[in-house]
């Protein structure tokens, strides 16, 4: 099992977003993402996520939102995900060179242009909710076979 968190830092109608170029043997390799990471021992949800926020952009996250929890059954090497989604609407300090791949500010609007996993084609959408929600995305071999959601 492996605990993750994913960050959508938003400003002035535009989310950053990683763009996986520059890491090797990376499964989310020339896919945009957020930016967020795996947990470190005994880290809150919290912690892991203003923590992968400031080591991938430098950041500092000074209001991080919960939106939701996203279980990925079986998504890399029969390992499930539990993935903790926040929006950071209020950060500080200097963008830094991501190691992983190209920072880039994108227009709210044109997000879902962008190459997405499946799944995040349906959840981002669900950021602008007043609503937590706790969903299952399945996927086989990359491709996204169905997923399920509960809004609270």
């Not at 190459?115 to 950021?127: A, C, E």
């Amino acid at each position: 099992m492996k605990l993750a968190t994913l960050c959508y830092l938003r400003k002035d109608g535009k989310t950053l977003m990683l763009h996986r170029v520059k890491k090797e043997n990376d499964m989310h390799e020339g896919k945009y993402n957020g930016l967020g990471g795996k947990f470190e021992k005994s880290e809150s949800p919290e912690a892991c996520a203003a923590r992968e926020v400031f080591e991938e952009s430098g950041l500092i996250a000074e209001n991080l939102i919960l939106k939701g929890v996203i279980t990925f059954p079986k998504f890399s090497r029969g390992e499930d995900w539990y993935v903790f989604v926040f929006v950071i609407d209020k950060f500080a300090g200097k963008m830094i060179e991501s190691n992983e791949g190209n920072l880039e500010w994108i227009d709210d609007r044109e997000l879902l242009d962008l190459n997405l996993w499946d799944g995040d084609r349906i959840f981002l959408k669900w950021l602008d909710q007043n609503k937590f929600f706790s969903a299952v995305f399945n996927y086989e071999n990359g491709i996204l076979k169905n997923h399920s959601v509960n809004f609270y």
